[in-house]
Each structure stands twice: as C-alpha cells, then as structure tokens.
C-alpha cells in the first residue's frame, strides 16, 4: 500500500498579535487561507520511521519525522512508515510548509495505520507539533486564534487569483515574533465584515483591513519586502501583505493573466501565481 497526499501552503489575510502568553507564545487572530501551492508526500509500510527527502535538514529535525515519532508514540502501534517528501513550498517563508507537511503525515499515517483516529484528535495531537499545524487539518478557510490551536471554519471564501513573492532570505516565526514590536494590535477586528468582503471581492474595503502585525519588524530588518509590496502594488495588485512571518508577500489580482504578467516585473527567487483555494 502507497498513500500519497498534498499538502498546501497558506496565507494570512490579517494577522492579529494581541499580546504574549505566560507559555512563551503569542495570541494572535488571523484568518488563513489555503492556496493552490503544494508539497508532495507519499506513505508506505516500513518497519521503522523514515524520512527520504532532499532536504538538508536532519530528519530529526524535520516536522514530518516529528509528527510521525509523536504519533506512532501516542498510539503506541508497532509498525513504522517510509515517508517520501517533495518540496515545493519554501522553507521560513510565511507559507506554513512545514506545517502543513506534519498535518498531512498525521492523517496519512492515521490511514496507512488504520488508527481510526477522528478529526477532534488528530488536531489535538498537532496542536503539540507546532502553531500552525492545527489549521491544516481544519476546512481551507478558516480562523486560527491562541498561539494557533483554536480553529473555526469560516464562510465567505473566495478563490482570487495571488502572486506569491519570496525575496531570496528567510525569516523564522521565533525571530518575527521576537522581534514584533506590537504588544497589542492597534486595529480594530470584525470578522464578520471581513468575510463579507471577501466573498464579494470587494477589494476597496478588504485593503482596509488586510495587515500583518509582524511585517513592520520584516521590513526594518530586511527593507526588500517593502520594496516587493511598492512592486505588487505598482503592477496591478488590488491588496498586497506579508503571510505569516513573512518574507514572502502576497498580491491579490483580478484575474491569473494580470498576476502572470505582473510576476514577469517582481525578479525574485520566488514568484508564483496561485489561487486561493475554497
């Protein structure tokens, strides 16, 4: 038996910091999106874990090996699994990777090793992996809160065309997040409205309320991401933003020929049209 999966990147279309928690992390509000960009993972039966990647990464160090040993830990079965990842997410680029890469192994190893583990549990389990991890194992669009572990499923996505543009540096989520000078957000958060425009594609009123509380610490420590931000925005881009921790920047467009023409004028080592994904 050989089980294979993708597993998406994702955006933020806000991101919320409110504050630092007693545990070391942050609460945040952020809605996330995922988008039509993904790595490749492929299962089978081994007898123990192992990680075949191009990576240079020790395996152990990896979110897949992590979330295989933890699961095959917790349930205590004998047998292992041969994991074959393929990435074509970047690393530390705000797009939640390596996130969704553990999601994905915990609910392929639940089938390959016929666990029968529901949804409930398996996000109990992610939420020990990493942030991140627990929106990958919830609907496409949704509301992640806390330090990431609080996930509701949101209506009113909408698949828009997006330019993703990674300069060629990386930033960690610690560094980001250590380095956001934010104690609490400054603007003021209605879901509700935001849904509401987005399922309108009312572009005017979203660039209003799409921001990202860690891209100022982003652009004073690497000031490209700005200038990326000027570039979308100069080529079309209806609302521009940075994901995650960032580097990459995000571009919304009216249509996929408008982001393909803009990608040929962003010159980075990164530049991707994608769609959201509903």
Request: with cysteine; glycine share 8%.
């Amino acid at each position: 038996m050989k089980l294979k999966l993708s597993a998406p990147a994702k955006i933020n279309w806000f991101l919320a910091v409110l504050g630092k928690r007693d545990d070391g992390y942050h609460d945040i509000v952020s809605p996330m999106q995922c988008v039509s960009l993904f790595d490749d993972l492929s299962f089978e039966h081994s007898e123990d874990i192992e990680l075949v990647s191009a990576m240079e990464v020790p395996a152990e160090e990896n979110l897949v090996y992590r979330a295989a040993r933890l699961l095959k830990n917790l349930s205590g079965v004998q047998k292992g699994a041969r994991i074959t990842l393929k990435k074509n997410i970047p690393l530390a680029a705000g797009l939640g990777g390596g996130s969704s890469d553990a999601s994905s192994t915990l609910m392929g190893l639940n089938r390959l090793w016929g666990l029968g583990y529901g949804k409930d549990k398996l996000m109990r389990i992610a939420a020990g992996i990493g942030s991140d991890v627990p929106f990958f194992m919830g609907d496409r669009f949704s509301l992640v809160e806390g330090r990431g572990e609080k996930v509701r499923p949101l209506k009113g996505a909408s698949a828009v065309p997006v330019l993703l543009v990674k300069p060629d540096i990386e930033i960690s989520s610690g560094w980001a997040y250590r380095n956001c000078e934010a104690e609490l957000t400054k603007r003021s958060i209605d879901i509700k409205l935001f849904c509401q425009a987005l399922e309108r594609k009312d572009f005017a009123r979203l660039r209003e309320m799409v921001f990202n509380d860690l891209e100022k610490a982003a652009v004073k420590e690497y000031p490209v991401v700005a200038e990326i931000r000027k570039r979308l925005i100069e080529n079309g881009a209806v609302v521009a933003s940075m994901s995650g921790s960032g580097p990459t920047m995000f571009g919304v467009f009216n249509s996929v020929d408008e982001a393909g023409r803009a990608s040929l004028n962003m010159g980075e080592k990164l530049c991707r049209v994608v769609r959201t994904l509903v």
